[in-house]
């Protein structure tokens, strides 16, 4: 229907230009004669969405543009032209965050945007009183911060609003001190864009004395065992049936694992992750060593 309503535009259309005559003289209308030279059909590059529209725009263009005596083409008025590219997006429509997840680890609470696109933002942090803010430019919040669950967490509440007119602001209300760091992953076939926000805990200034192992022919001691589920938090793994995520399935795997091996005295069990957050592969390695396991 609008192929069609574009087309009757353009062959009505009074005011035509021909992209065979000579232009030089007009330079707001070069662009309109080195407009096919854009469209390589053959050559592979990763564009966004926002490009594609913008390609498939000057292939419609092409399309419905028809041959003049001299062989070039001819395009229409500039009324059709806004009329047509009003259907294509907009490098100004930004982004949007479509979701707000939050979870508690062992030593850090993560929050996470889910977004349709990508964004640059910045990440502040203020006392007097304690917050840290995250501003997203050109992005809209259409996720809803009031279902966060804030228990056992450093943060008090979740504020957002705009800034400078386009530009996205949430400010998290802090409880106690924390160490903010903030990332950012792109899209893939199974997830969008996130901006991910990790608040680690501060460690308490009262260490606990350090464990030294000792080998003694007269004594047996049990053998630690690092069970180390993997996934958690945003990585979820595989979808199964019924979209049965396989960071569930292999959590109660561990849990299981760790309630056989408590049975038997021998052994001494510890979970890498007992909950659902994510553990780096590093901070596996990590966890072990603190607990001084010797298997995991």
């Not at 930004?94 to 933002?121: F, I, K, Q, Y």
């Not at 199964?240 to 561990?254: D, H, Q, S």
Request: some cysteine; aromatic content about 4%.
């Amino acid at each position: 229907m609008f192929a069609l309503f574009a087309s009757h535009l353009f062959i009505n259309s009074g005011s035509c230009i021909n992209s065979g005559s000579n232009l030089t003289s007009e330079p707001h209308l070069r662009s309109n004669v080195h407009l096919s030279s854009d469209v390589r059909p053959n050559v592979r590059s990763r564009t966004s969405p926002l490009n594609s529209g913008k390609r498939l725009a000057r292939i419609l263009l092409l399309s419905l543009a028809g041959p003049t005596r001299s062989g070039g083409r001819f395009l229409c008025s500039p009324t059709a032209l806004v009329l047509l590219a009003a259907g294509f997006p907009s490098a100004t429509d930004g982004a949007e965050v479509r979701d707000l997840r939050l979870w508690r680890a062992p030593d850090h609470t993560r929050l996470v945007l889910d977004m349709d696109g990508p964004a640059e933002h910045r990440l502040i942090e203020l006392s007097d009183p304690r917050r840290v803010v995250i501003d997203v430019q050109n992005t809209k919040l259409l996720a809803s911060t009031k279902g966060l669950e804030l228990a056992n967490t450093p943060i008090v509440q979740v504020r957002s609003g705009v800034r400078n007119g386009t530009d996205l602001r949430l400010v998290l209300d802090l409880r106690k001190q924390i160490r903010p760091r903030s990332f950012t992953l792109n899209a893939t076939e199974n997830s969008a864009d996130r901006l991910v926000v990790d608040l680690y805990d501060l460690a308490e200034s009262t260490a606990e004395p350090r464990v030294t192992k000792r080998a003694e022919r007269t004594e047996r001691r049990p053998i630690v065992i690092a069970i180390d589920a993997g996934h958690g938090g945003e990585d979820p793994g595989a979808l199964g049936p019924g979209r049965l995520r396989e960071k569930v399935v292999v959590l109660e795997i561990a849990r299981e694992l760790h309630r056989l091996f408590q049975k038997d005295p021998g052994f001494t069990p510890t979970l890498i992750r007992s909950g659902d957050y994510y553990v780096s592969l590093y901070g596996r390695r990590d966890l072990a060593r603190k607990r001084q396991a010797d298997m995991f």
